[in-house]
């Protein structure tokens, strides 16, 4: 381990953030660096514990102990050896991965967790800035291709593993740029462009083939697709938006949150058309929804220049400390402030939309209740409405950010015969195969809308999958957690 005391005798330290009024002036990144002595002293936090449980809360099984005492002695070619067996993407983790594995570092039992998410930034920043990152293009080629559809978190793990294994990888994307959610779902001030176009290159130096501005399921259908490849792999997200279900949606100034997102994000990227109706400036804002999306969209109208903006959430606020049915290592469900709320805004709770109501067509106020949390007798909780507790709220822009539904699915039934879930995400086993053979899915189109983390080991765990398929049952791709051997 790298100091047997290092927890005891040094405190978690944050990264610093870039003042809020500076950075509510551009979409660069809020977060900056730590300094490389604050680095090493954060690593040495790291107890090396007899059961090291935040292996347990990664899902790609991440070295953690390993590559931290590797940087508390100063060896970062060493700990980014050790992070990149595990995690292809560990520029992405290290910027937006909520880190189920702090949640379940020993020393969150009762302090502060180990800092993992920053330190796999900061060793992979170190690992592009000092050159260790380079193409390694496989020695030889097997002669099979797979397609991929999609090109977010899970359709680029599983392409980067394929193209490792020697096979040709064609990666499917419908927009103009590569990137999928990375690219258009996600804020510069979260994720700067520049740090995904690295990584595209650098696959594309590797073997990866990209093609974007094709449509799967509608200029080229699946059956298509399928017959260029000897496997498919479907990774295209679960894009399907829940949907307010109140008198007056139909008003304008009504827009989904990915819709509101990916448009701010192809202006900030240069190929992009301003639309009047997506840009907050000037108008009160009120977003429908507290998760990540939300939070996304509350710091991406702060800085288009709202005049205001709630944040609202149907459920009550969680606690500020875990629940007794909430214990560690589980994930705590506790009252979290983001970057973008910190920035400004209001939020509210325990809140329901009851109608829209507008003036020509136009938006203007929205009618909601409080809601209170009971418990029927031998059943589940259910909300309640608070009775004289009516409320309205003046209303320019609303921004739906209340979760997804799962993928779409338009010619996957009738092209590939794929079945679907009860929930409308792709049906797989335990293999990521789905009911048409040689077609396997991965990441939120067959998990259902989840974590950056959690579509990265998909992708990984589906790439391993349709290696042994293309091989003839025996795969050269290493297990979860494993040390690769590329």
Known sequence: MGKPTGFMEWDRVHPHKREKQERLGDYREYALPLAP???????GRCMDCGVPFCHQ?????????????AVYRGRWREAYDILSRTNGFPEMTGRLCPAPCEAACVLAIDSDAVTIEQMEKEISERAFAEGWVKPRPPTRRTG????VVGSGPAGLAAAAQLNAA???VTVYERDARAGGLLRYGIPD??????????????MEAEGVVFRTGVDVGGSVSFRELRGRHDALLLAMGARRARELEVPGRELSGVVQAMEYL??????VGGHGEAQARLNAAGKRVVILGG????????GTALRQGAKSVQQIELFPAPPSVRALDNPWPRWPVVFRTSSSQEEGGERGFAMQTKRLVGTDGKLETLHAVK???????????????VAGSETTLEVDLLILAMGFTGPETTGLVDDLGVALSPRGTVQVDKRFATSADGVYSAGDASRGASLIVWALSDGREAAKSIDAYLSGGVSVLPTRGADSPF
Do not use: M, W, Y
């Open 189 to 202: 001030f979260k994720l700067e462009k520049s740090v995904v176009d690295r990584r595209i290159a650098l």
């Open 144 to 147: 099979r291709t797979v397609g």
């Open 37 to 43: 002595e604050e680095a090493k002293r954060q690593a």
């Open 57 to 69: 809360g990664c899902p790609l099984g991440n070295l953690i102990p390993d590559f931290n005492e």
């Open 262 to 267: 990916e448009h701010q994000n192809r202006l």
């Open 371 to 385: 809601v209170e949390v009971q418990r029927a007798v031998g059943g589940g909780p259910r909300l309640v409405e």
């Open 166 to 168: 020697g096979h040709s």
């Open 291 to 298: 998760g990540d999306t939300g939070s996304d969209c509350l």
